[in-house]
Nanobody, 113 residues
Framework: QVQLVESGGGLVQAGGSLRLSCTTS????????MGWYRQAPGKQRELVAN???????NYADSVKGRFTISRDYAKNTVYLQMDNLKPEDTAVYYC???????WGQGTQVTVSS
């Protein structure tokens, strides 16, 4: 059974940082394209960043230069380092295995002004 479990969300002031983690069980996430998405209240889920096993990364324009996606192959974990957070980054953040279609349960990120 494949599971993606996110952690690291929370409440932070504008300008602060958070690091989200997504640990996969049941399959080697290192073999697949992984991504982070977010959904704010009343809005559609949107791509934040994704990463291929070959190191190719892609970021939404709104987070370029502030967020970084990375992997720890030994821990089967994908990270999203979020710096210089803004109130408009407030959302539920989801980890996604783009090749297999699995989603995590989501973790809330709230940025206060």
């Amino acid at each position: 059974q494949v599971q993606l479990v996110e952690s690291g969300g929370g409440l932070v002031q504008a300008g602060g940082s958070l690091r989200l983690s997504c640990t996969t069980s049941g399959v080697m996430s290192n073999l697949f394209k992984m991504g982070w998405y977010r959904q704010a209240p009343g809005k559609q889920r949107e791509l934040v960043a994704n990463d291929t096993p070959y190191g190719t990364t892609n970021y939404a324009d709104s987070v370029k230069g502030r967020f970084t996606i990375s992997r720890d192959y030994a821990k089967n974990t994908v990270y999203l380092q979020m710096d210089n957070l803004k109130p408009e980054d407030t959302a539920v953040y989801y980890c996604h295995n783009l090749d297999l279609g699995y989603w995590g349960q989501g973790t809330q990120v709230t940025v206060s002004s």
